[in-house]
C-alpha cells in the first residue's frame, strides 16, 4: 500500500511538472514579448521609462565621467498624422527609427520621448562638440533621405536639442537643458542646437 502511494505520489509529482514545462515552453516566446515591453517602445527602441532609469544610472555610475543628451523632434511630422493619418504615419517614424538605429554607434541609446515624433540619444564617451558634429551629420542623413509612404517619396527634416550631463547633474536639469536646446532648434527647424551647463 505505502508503494503504492509513493508512485501515485510520483506519477502526479511527474504530471504536473510536465504540464508546467510545456506552458512554460508553450508562452516562452510570450513571456519574452511582455519583459521587452517593460523597456521597449513597440518601434524598437528603448521607452521613456527606460530612459528615466539609465539617467539616473549613468549620472551615479563613477566609471562615466560625462555623457551627452540629445533631443530629437521630427519637423512638422503633426502634418503627415492629419493628412495620412497615425497608423500610416507610424510608418515614417519606423524608417526614421531604423535610419538612426543604423547611424549611431552600439555604444549609444536610442529612445522614444514622451510624444510620437520626440526621440531621445545618449553618446557615451564623447563631448558635447563631437556630439554636435553627430547630430548634424544625422540630421542632414535625414534631410536627404526620400521616406516611402504610399507610394509618394516624403522628405523629413530634424531638430536636435543637445547637452552635455556632469556628476553634479540631476536628470531633471538635463532634461530641461535638452528640451531647451530643442525648443531653440525648432524656431528654425532642421537645425542642431547645443546648450552647454
Known amino acids: 500500500m505505502r508503494g503504492f502511494s509513493f508512485y501515485s ?33 513597440d518601434l524598437g527602441i528603448y521607452n521613456h521609462r527606460e530612459l528615466k532609469k539609465k539617467l539616473k544610472f549613468l549620472i551615479k555610475d563613477p566609471d562615466i565621467d560625462s555623457f551627452v543628451f540629445v533631443l530629437v523632434d521630427i519637423d512638422r511630422f503633426k502634418n503627415y498624422n492629419d493628412h495620412y493619418g497615425y497608423d500610416k504615419a507610424d510608418a515614417l517614424l ?8 543604423n547611424f549611431i554607434r552600439k555604444s549609444d541609446m536610442f529612445f ?8 531621445a540619444l545618449i553618446f557615451r564617451n564623447t563631448g558635447s562638440k563631437e556630439a554636435k558634429e553627430i547630430g548634424n551629420r544625422l540630421r542632414r542623413a535625414i534631410a536627404n ?14 531638430s536636435m536639442g543637445i547637452t552635455s550631463c556632469q556628476k553634479s547633474d540631476s536628470p531633471d536639469n538635463v532634461r530641461k537643458r535638452a528640451e531647451l536646446a530643442l525648443y531653440e532648434a525648432k524656431q528654425s527647424k532642421n537645425t542642431v542646437v547645443l546648450i552647454e551647463k
Not at 94 to 101: D, H, L, Y
Open 112 to 119: 522614444r520621448y514622451k510624444n510620437g515624433d520626440e526621440f
Open 9 to 41: 505520489l510520483l506519477i502526479i509529482f511527474i504530471s504536473i511538472s510536465f504540464g508546467f514545462f510545456m506552458a512554460y515552453w508553450r508562452f516562452r516566446g510570450r513571456i519574452a514579448s511582455l519583459k521587452s515591453l517593460a523597456f521597449s517602445d
Open 94 to 101: 519606423q524608417q526614421f527609427v531604423n535610419i538612426t538605429k
Open 145 to 158: 533621405h526620400t521616406f516611402q509612404l504610399n507610394n509618394h517619396g516624403i522628405n523629413l527634416t530634424i
